[in-house]
């Protein structure tokens, strides 16, 4: 491991008072950190589309319907919303250890779960196994950002942040990728599913999973820690010195009466529940234009969110370099709309080359955008608790999600599958105003340049 950097003592309340000071360290020990998180969220990503990337199997097999099959992944937006808050609170209060720990654990449960539903007759066996794993995200998507700010120094905390996500986004295109080449379609020559196959395929596929899902768990278990010793920077030396985030529901309040954080926002609940609603029925749009190829489909995915994680680790990169919050959010924006229109008339042309060059544009900056969103938060309510704000900002896009996903089944029923998709770009023309209205209130970046808190408000704020 590298030699830990280290700086002079920094003031960590307002003035400078020696006494009110402390070590800043950068430890090389923070990228194992970062690799066993990722790693546990690996594992829980990559079970998010396990059912809705082959939905004509899973329907077959289980004798339901394309909804039923659809909330296999809907059930991930769905218990963001009761767990939040609890997850939030135990993620401040316990710390990272524990939250990494029981996101993992309840990976695991929810696996094997599964291993016991490879039969037609245990649907809500295998969807309470994906409810327990969709619990597990809970807390590992909060807990993105401050694993990043408490490991990582000021010029490394958004790259740290976009490398974090990478095992949200790998593991969700491991799923497009080797789910469908794991449960194979086994048609009979009456046009049948042959469900003793089917039933081998997702018994082999489950074990696999299991086993390396409870892998994940034991070596976070061993080895992963909340923190360094010392903080990585300014802003954290701060955090750890106490101040506003100390309390709960005064962080709440006070993140609620941010302008700024309010159209971020809803921004980002737009952006991310489109970027939900598209995995989750991915699948169906793409079957729906080339039939029963279901491998096409997963291949598609894998494009669109493998492509989304290099997009998220540059953009990651070019806001530590720049720190242009605001302009690389709306610029995101802008172009994930034009990626949106680009896909959905790629699909009805019948063209693979086509939506496949769609599918890259669209995935570079809608799978880039989540750690921008997820830093924007944390500039804008910086003292605030990290796991607080990242926590708030997954309400939106788990309830927008929801009402995507059913929106477009209603649209597409009455409009078809492009003029549907087309209907719902209109969201993301929101999105880019809500953006564009944002004030450009960086208040852990001017807290990092030496700014000090003044009677327990922000670290001040810098508008560049």
């Not at 909330?71 to 609170?89: E, G, K, M, R």
């Not at 921004?267 to 991310?272: D, E, K, L, M, R």
């Not at 609603?277 to 598609?300: D, K």
């Not at 995507?404 to 409009?415: C, I, K, P, S, Y």
Request: hydrophobic fraction near 45%.
């Amino acid at each position: 491991m590298s030699k830990p950097q280290e700086y002079s003592k920094v003031p960590v309340a307002a003035g400078d008072d020696p006494s009110s000071s402390a070590t800043v360290k950068v430890y090389g020990r923070r990228w194992p950190m970062l690799l066993i998180f990722s790693a546990c969220m690996l594992v829980n990503c990559f079970q998010w589309v396990q059912y809705c990337i082959v939905p004509t199997i899973v329907a077959g097999y289980y004798g339901v319907g394309s909804t039923a099959v659809d909330f296999t992944s809907v059930v991930y937006l769905l218990v963001f919303v009761p767990c939040i808050f609890p997850v939030s609170f135990i993620l401040d209060r316990l710390g990272l250890r524990w939250a990494t720990l029981l996101g993992a654990g309840l990976t695991a449960v929810g696996s094997w779960v599964k291993v016991f539903s490879a039969a037609p007759d245990r649907f809500a066996v295998t969807f309470t196994g994906q409810a327990l794993v969709a619990a597990g995200q809970v807390f590992q998507l909060t807990s993105s950002p401050r694993m990043a700010a408490v490991w990582f120094g000021p010029e490394q905390v958004a790259t740290a942040c976009s490398i974090g996500v990478f095992g949200n986004q790998l593991g969700i295109s491991l799923g497009f990728l080797l789910i469908p080449l794991a449960v194979g379609t086994h048609r009979l020559a009456d046009g049948g599913l042959d469900a003793a196959a089917v039933g081998r395929d997702l018994s082999r596929m489950f074990y696999t999973v299991a086993g390396v899902t409870s892998c994940a768990f034991v070596v976070a278990l061993l080895f992963f820690r909340s923190e360094p010793p010392l903080p990585p920077s300014v802003a954290q030396a701060r955090q750890r010195g106490g101040g506003p985030g100390a309390d709960f529901g005064g962080s709440l309040r006070r993140l609620l009466a941010n302008s700024s954080y309010r159209l971020h926002l809803l921004a980002y609940g737009i952006n991310v529940g489109m970027y939900n609603t598209l995995c989750t029925v991915l699948g169906q749009l793409v079957v729906n234009s080339f039939q029963n190829e279901e491998v096409f489909a997963g291949r598609v995915g894998l494009i669109i969110v493998l492509v989304g994680t290099f997009g998220s680790m540059a953009f990651g990169y070019i806001l530590d370099k720049t720190h242009k919050y605001k302009e690389t959010s709306l610029a995101i924006y802008v172009f994930t709309l034009l990626g949106w229109i680009a896909f959905s008339l790629s699909v009805q042309s019948q063209s693979h080359v086509l939506v496949y060059i769609s599918a890259t544009l669209l995935g570079w900056f809608m799978g880039g955008y989540m750690p921008v969103g997820f830093e924007v938060g944390a500039e804008l309510t910086y003292p605030e608790p990290e796991g607080t704000a990242t926590g708030l900002l997954f309400i939106p896009p788990s309830l927008l999600g929801l009402l995507f996903t059913l929106l477009l089944g209603q649209l597409t029923a009455v409009l078809g599958d492009l003029w549907a998709c087309l209907a719902l770009s209109s969201f993301l023309v929101v999105g880019c105003g809500l953006t564009a209205a944002m004030r450009r209130d960086y208040r852990r970046l001017a807290a990092n340049r030496g700014d000090s808190p003044q009677d327990g408000k922000p670290a001040g704020t810098t508008k560049l």
